[in-house]
């Protein structure tokens, strides 16, 4: 009897921590979007998990209004910055990771150990050193100052490696060399079409990631008309004295997270097999 119960057991244990877990993730989800929907001045009113003075358009029309619309730019930047940052990111990332896993140099366990180690070091800790850099080039308060960190993902090339180790074969890349491919042509034409869904799921993490970036751009940025949402919204929750009004960031905090969704769901499907990359050879 008990080796019938040991594994019902487990399943028990198991199935219930999954769901505290997505409780924990869920919850704050749901009560943001059901706080970015009461009506002005309804925010404590009510149950505080559920709809009541339902006023979503008003909320909307107001974020999008208020002062000048900037609200606008914020989710452009951070479109902006997101996208290029992620764009580069990833194809930097699987050419390196594809030339530390099909080619052999003198060095190569070395730059991969660094890369590696770079992984478990908190982004945080980059942030101070990258704004004394940026400032002594004179790039503090533009773009640059947020795209140039973005472009670099050690776990994209630590993930990069790691599937095209695992799902590129030195024999096609061969094969593709005995027809005359140059190694440029080998590269963008044989190995990246195979390494697709490694190239979504880096894409798609370093996307957040940048979208959620909140210190480096606090650092970096002065001008209102440059600074992504994350740091915009910020701004607005410490203005609540000066007639900001608490929905506009809750409200713009919702907003904020639809591209975010928008994404995962649309891009489900390549992330999971990227995520599984090198699990099985």
Do not use: C
Not at 59 to 80: E, H, P
Not at 203 to 216: E, G
Not at 233 to 242: G, K
Request: zero cysteines.
């Amino acid at each position: 009897m008990s080796t019938n119960r040991d594994p019902l057991t487990t399943r028990v244990v198991v199935n219930s921590l999954l769901g505290l877990m997505a409780l924990y993730t869920l919850v704050p989800l749901w009560w943001l979007f059901v706080s970015a929907t009461k009506g002005e001045g309804y925010l404590y009113h009510g149950h505080p998990l559920w709809f009541s003075n339902f006023d979503l358009g008003g909320n909307l029309d107001r974020l999008f209004s208020f002062q000048g619309g900037i609200f606008s730019s914020w989710l452009a930047n951070s479109a902006f910055y997101s996208l290029i940052g992620a764009a580069v990111s990833t194809l930097l990332s699987v050419m390196a990771g594809f030339a530390l896993a099909k080619y052999r140099f003198r060095g190569r366990e070395a730059i991969f150990n660094v890369v590696l180690a770079s992984v478990l070091i908190p982004a945080p800790m980059f942030a101070l050193p990258l704004f004394l850099m940026l400032a002594k080039l004179q790039l503090t308060d533009t773009y640059w100052a947020v795209l140039l960190p973005s472009f670099v993902s050690p776990f994209g090339v630590y993930l990069s490696r790691v599937y095209a180790s695992a799902s590129v074969p030195d024999e096609l890349l061969e094969a593709a060399r005995i027809d005359g491919a140059g190694e440029q042509r080998t590269f963008f034409r044989i190995a990246l079409p195979v390494m697709t869904p490694a190239l979504v799921t880096i894409f798609l993490f370093q996307f957040v990631s940048v979208w959620n970036n909140y210190l480096l751009p606090a650092l970096m940025l002065n001008d209102a008309g440059k600074l992504p949402v994350t740091v915009g919204l910020v701004q607005w929750r410490s203005e609540f004295a000066n007639g900001v009004s608490p929905m506009l960031p809750i409200t713009g905090a919702f907003v904020s997270l639809v591209p975010l969704l928008i994404a995962f769901v649309a891009l489900q499907r390549f992330w999971r097999s990227g995520l599984t990359a090198g699990a099985v050879k």
